[in-house]
């Protein structure tokens, strides 16, 4: 009545499931520091055409409306 179990599939299964794990994480990081970097080129382009079309005194009075309220 004694049985001996033996498991070794379970350190093999852990060890790539770990693998995908850092996969994923690498992927995701990837795709944030993307979006990041296509929010970043919006906001410059963003800058540049304000101050062409406005000038540089009505984009910094906006600034301070907007901050202030006022």
């Excluded at 079309?53 to 600034?63: D, E, L, P, S, Y």
């Amino acid at each position: 009545m004694n049985e001996t179990v033996k498991s070794t599939g379970t350190v093999k299964e852990t060890h790539d499931s770990q693998a995908d794990l850092d996969q994923a994480s690498k992927l995701g990081l990837g795709m944030i520091l993307s979006l990041a970097g296509l929010v970043g080129v919006w906001s410059v382009a963003c800058m540049v055409s304000a101050l062409t079309t406005q000038g540089i005194g009505a984009v910094v009075k906006g600034f301070m409306t907007a901050i202030t309220g006022m």
